[in-house]
């Protein structure tokens, strides 16, 4: 738009300065032409009072010029030589350079030039041919001069005063008459013309400052608004950032007055987020991680640390807390910032890592064990058998026989239980029906359970009614939680087996009513040798759950001392 309008005044002031320079011509032409038709009047009117007492042609020239803006009153020859000026010492010079006067060629009407440089000075010449004689006048106007021949007689007096001494042949000669210049002086115009241009100029420098004003504010107005909708961008993208992260995020004033908590702190805190901002840390947040913040303000560093939190209900779950100090560009302190990450399944897959650890030393093991041990009892076995046959029934050697029969026997059971674990697991998985599969399990502990005075129950969904198993793989998972949790009922009680299913997964929950186990002992259930019975291996429950995962499943305990036990398995619900 700047552009346009420079464009637009630089055009306007081409055509004004144009303009002026035309009106400028015409003004001073007109008034040169309006002087020379003066000055020839002037002369006609000496002539005709007869130059006695009237002023002679030098006087009437210094007269004329003297008025404003006039330069000089000139009356030149054909050849350029000057008959009269009104600086006499300019007489019989020539007016213009040698060799110029051909340029010019005046006639009875009135021309004009301009003389000298383009600058400030410049000479407006208005000239034409000068004629002080009379107009040809009607006979019957005056009477009082008859044509050509009075002309002739008043040139030929004109020498003695009124021409100075001027050849009247110069001037009434018709075949060379001389030419009169006016020259005017211009700087006025030119100064009036400077003066436009010069505010023209200004105007389009004002102009342009205001275009490329109107450029920058442009561009700046348009980087702060790109600005503001970056930062409106980031701001969005940071909060939900911070509030979808897994991690707890909590960051204070320079008073340590809790800013912004986002809902995965506050879940594991259990504090509000609405009513926990502006209020001290001191008051919502235990007292481990308070500690660990005044240790970060103090020393000015990053502190991480490990702790235990209790939660709503009375559990406690290990979570990292990394405390650090939030500093301005200048250094002041603006505050801290907590980060709080729950550990619990970190702690899981740490655990199961070490118990994946362990059974492969175990397969390591049991290889060498299966390879040394199982033959040479089988030659223990064999001749303890035959020792046997040589005593008599019902002796003290005969039972001795039997124990070392039965021991052995128990070893070798161990041995390939501890094979069952060390190998992987080859389930094959097909279509079984599930609560025949269950109730078949129940039969075989059915005279283990009576014997024991436990009660077995049965709950399963009547929408469960397929799974994807190994029916004699998952039989021993199950034979073996069965077993467990009977021999945990001393007293007897009541054993509850529960199957649900949701749209992903199906749930087998067993449940006894004895004793429960302590927070310790729960978590080493699933270890390999393992075991709070006196006769145990301890690799009942790890064989569980290792043909567990082969199904693609997970096995856990819960547990709460004085209120039984329940072993969960969760499989993943196939569809056909």
């Not at 702690?347 to 060498?368: C, H, P, S, T, Y």
Request: proline share 3%.
């Amino acid at each position: 738009m700047s552009a346009i309008l420079v464009t637009v005044v630089f055009t306007l002031a081409v055509m004004n300065y144009n303009r002026e320079k035309k009106y400028m011509i015409k003004i001073l032409n007109e008034k040169g032409a309006s002087l020379i038709r003066t000055f020839e009047a002037g002369a006609r009117t000496g002539m005709m009072g007869r130059f006695g007492t009237l002023p002679r042609l030098d006087t009437l020239i210094k007269e004329t010029a003297s008025q404003q803006d006039i330069l000089y009153i000139a009356i030149v020859d054909s050849s350029g030589i000057i008959l009269a000026h009104n600086i006499s010492g300019k007489i019989g010079n020539h007016l213009m350079a040698s060799g110029r006067s051909a340029e010019l060629t005046p006639t009875t009407d009135v021309q004009w030039r301009l003389i000298g440089d383009s600058g400030r000075h410049q000479t407006f010449e208005v000239y034409k041919l000068f004629l002080p004689a009379f107009r040809q006048q009607n006979p019957m106007e005056h009477g009082t001069m008859n044509g050509p021949r009075d002309m002739g007689r008043m040139g030929s007096s004109c020498e003695s005063s009124w021409m100075m001494g001027l050849p009247a042949e110069k001037i009434f000669n018709p075949e060379n008459r001389p030419a009169i210049f006016i020259g005017m002086d211009a700087t006025p115009f030119q100064e009036a013309i400077r003066e436009d241009i010069k505010f023209t100029l200004i105007l389009s420098f004002t102009l342009i400052l205001l275009g490329m004003a109107g450029v920058v504010s442009l561009f700046w107005a348009r980087n702060s608004t790109k600005s503001k909708k970056l930062l409106g961008d980031m701001r969005a993208f940071a909060y939900e950032m911070i509030a979808t992260l897994p991690e707890g995020i909590i960051a204070t004033d320079n008073q340590l007055k809790i800013r912004y908590i986002n809902q995965v702190a506050a879940d594991m805190l259990n504090i509000q987020t609405i009513s926990s901002r502006g209020v001290s840390l001191n008051t919502v947040l235990p007292s481990t991680i308070v500690s660990l913040c005044n240790s970060s303000r103090t020393s000015g560093a990053l502190i991480e640390d490990e702790v235990e939190i209790k939660h709503v209900d009375d559990r406690t779950f290990p979570a990292s807390v990394i405390a650090t100090n939030v500093l301005s560009d200048d250094g002041t302190f603006v505050g801290l910032m907590l980060i709080v990450k729950d550990l619990t399944q970190l702690k899981k897959l740490q655990m199961e890592v070490q118990r994946k650890d362990k059974l492969a030393a175990i397969g390591n093991l049991a290889a060498g064990v299966a390879h040394e041990v199982r033959n040479p009892l089988s030659s223990i076995k064999g001749y303890a058998t035959y020792f046997k046959s040589l005593f008599e029934k019902d002796s003290e050697n005969s039972r001795a026989a039997d124990v070392l029969i039965s021991e052995t026997d128990r070893l070798n059971r161990v041995i390939t239980e501890l094979l069952e674990l060390s190998k992987p697991s080859d389930v094959k998985l097909r279509k079984t029906a599930l609560r025949p599969l269950l109730e078949s399990t129940l039969r075989l502990i059915q005279h283990e359970a009576q014997s024991s005075n436990v009660q077995v129950d049965l709950e399963i969904n009547d929408e469960v009614t397929f799974a994807f198993l190994d029916p004699d793989r998952f039989t021993q998972v199950m034979v073996n939680i069965y077993v467990n949790s009977i021999q945990a009922m001393v007293d007897g009680g009541i054993l509850n087996l529960n199957v649900s299913a949701d749209q992903n997964h199906i749930t087998i929950s067993v449940s006894d009513t004895g004793p429960g186990l302590k927070k310790e002992i729960a978590r080493k259930m699933f270890d390999p040798y393992f075991t709070t019975k006196t006769k145990g291996t301890g690799l009942g429950l790890s064989i569980a759950q290792k043909i567990v995962e082969a199904h693609h499943g997970t096995i856990r305990v819960d547990s709460r001392e004085g209120k039984g036990t329940s072993v969960i398995i969760s499989l993943p619900a196939r569809v056909e």
